[in-house]
């Protein structure tokens, strides 16, 4: 229980810590870094919750491709030396606003779950890599090919964006 | 898994949806802005997840898997989309993308 807790805070600290440094820090591409830590710690509280396969998802697709495409992008326009003068601040309250409200409805759906109080089902059984390829190829059917399809349109039209100008 | 520690893991989850929605607005980079979005579907992510666990269904992780999915293609066409006014506008901070702004604002 006690590692729980270390590995729990330490995963926590780093991701939290990860999300403000994109927000502020003002040269992209170490943004883009803090955005790799952030989503590091964030596939280790996955982890944590026993969620394995979704934290190695979590490392191979997000890790592995989406923050590395943005690092990519950022050096590939030349814009990681150039930092932002200014922030928008007058938009600071709007996004407070929205934070607590978001925060507010969160908790109280825990707050609901406290007073449920479902049982306790066995450790483990959510680890389980079997019992998310049945709900993944049975219940999810529809919605795993339908993400399919549109993952290949994304893929389609991310090509058509950005052919060259003397493309067909 | 105790109510607890669904409080903990959801309240990390809520911060990381926060400073995501933060950082969308106040961030004037187009990339940055990207980032921001990366963030706050992780906080969604964690969330999905915690109360998985705590309802001991996998559906939540499912769920969670089709979002990274929709994340990383969002990510695929925002991102050449990006290329794209970089190209045409030589810059990508946002305050400069008046083409479609009422004139006279």
């Known amino acids: 229980m006690t590692f729980h807790l270390i590995v729990f805070v330490l995963c926590s600290l780093a991701a939290v810590g990860g999300a403000l440094g994109v927000v502020l820090e003002r040269r992209a591409f170490y943004s883009g870094l803090a955005l790799a830590l952030s989503i590091l710690a964030v596939a280790g509280l996955f982890a944590l919750l026993g969620a394995t396969f979704l934290a190695a998802l979590q490392v191979l697709i997000y890790v592995g491709a989406v923050a590395v495409i943005f690092l990519f992008v950022v050096g590939f326009l030349g814009v990681y030396a150039e930092a932002e003068r200014r922030l928008r601040r007058r938009y600071l309250l709007i996004g407070a606003v929205t934070t607590v409200v978001a925060l507010g409805f969160i908790l109280l759906q825990v707050r609901r779950a406290w007073q449920e109080a479902t049982p306790a089902v066995a450790p483990g059984v959510t680890g389980d890599v079997r019992a998310f390829a049945e709900a993944l190829f049975e219940r999810f059917a529809l919605p795993l090919e339908l993400t399919s399809l549109f993952f290949l349109i994304a893929l389609v039209a991310a090509v058509y964006l950005t052919r060259g100008r003397r493309g067909p | ?105």
Do not use: K
Request: aromatic residues 8%; hydrophobic residues 55%.
């Open chain 2, 1 to 105: 898994m105790s109510a607890s520690w669904l409080l903990a893991y959801v309240t990390v989850g809520a911060l990381l949806f926060g400073i995501g929605v933060v950082g969308f607005l106040v961030r004037r980079n187009l990339i940055v802005l990207f980032m921001c979005i990366e963030l706050m579907l992780n906080g969604v992510n964690l969330t999905l997840t915690a109360f998985s666990r705590y309802h001991g269904s996998v559906d939540g992780q499912v769920i969670a898997s089709m979002v990274i999915v929709l994340a990383a293609s969002e990510a695929a066409v925002g991102l050449a989309l990006l290329v794209m006014i970089f190209r045409h506008l030589r810059t990508l901070d946002t305050e400069a993308f008046t083409r479609l702004g009422e004139p006279g604002q």
